[in-house]
């Protein structure tokens, strides 16, 4: 679990810094890391999908996988339910920006796929990226609501230590084709927390993340069926 170790230490060091300077930096220098930070989304989001469409057996999966996933979401308003929550372990001012801090941090595909990749291909590229990502974000989040904003490392930690074990536990019904579906879907929700991050669209991406159940549940059947 190393990349998930230094993504929570980032979001801790992160919180420090961001603390320490409070009001010392300026607006515009906020605003312009938060876009490079989407702009990294939307890059990074572009690569996993597009570099793994070729190599996909069932080029309109994820298209359904989208479509299926999105209306479960919406059925179930992950998006409002999530935010709920979170409001209930902060309270003041650093309640909104907690919660805020903590769907960044969690909800991201990164972190879902992150630790499932670092399980299964010893691989903590997307870790390692989320943590750049978070560093950035947890200094400009604690410029505004303090040090607070780092407890959101020990809700990310349990978070993907459950993605993590998880991985482990289902290994051996985890295919080639399988994690090349995840990626393509997991790309497109990153992209998509891109253009949030950089205000050109609001896009409920909780409420897409059964998306990603629906490639397992359809090869997993056709596995049974063989």
Not at 26 to 45: C, D, F, N, S
Request: proline share 3%.
């Amino acid at each position: 679990m190393l990349g998930t170790i230094v993504n929570c230490a980032t979001i801790v060091c992160g919180s420090l810094i961001g603390s320490v300077l409070k009001k010392g930096i300026p607006e515009r220098y906020k605003e312009t890391l938060i876009q490079g930070m989407g702009l990294a989304a939307i890059a990074l989001g572009l690569n996993s999908a597009l570099s793994n469409m070729p190599k996909s057996e069932f080029p309109v999966l994820f298209i359904a996988s989208l479509a299926l996933g999105g209306l479960i979401g919406e059925m179930l308003n992950l998006d409002s339910l999530f935010q709920k929550g979170l409001s209930k372990i902060s309270v003041g001012n650093l309640s909104e920006g907690l919660s805020t801090a903590i769907l960044l941090f969690c909800v991201g595909t990164l972190s879902i796929l992150g630790p499932m990749q670092s399980a299964l291909q010893g691989d903590n590229t997307f870790l390692y990226t989320n943590a750049m990502l978070d560093l950035v974000t947890s200094m400009v989040f604690a410029a505004n609501y303090g040090f607070g904003i780092a407890f959101a490392a020990v809700v990310l930690f349990f978070w993907q230590g459950f993605f993590y074990c998880f991985a482990h536990l289902i290994a051996g019904f985890v295919t080639g084709a399988l994690l090349t579906e995840l990626s393509i879907v997991g790309g497109i929700l990153i992209f998509c927390s891109g253009l949030g991050i950089l205000g050109i669209k609001k896009i409920r991406t909780v409420n897409y993340l059964p998306a990603l159940l629906v490639p397992a549940a359809y090869i997993g059947i056709l596995q049974l069926l063989k």
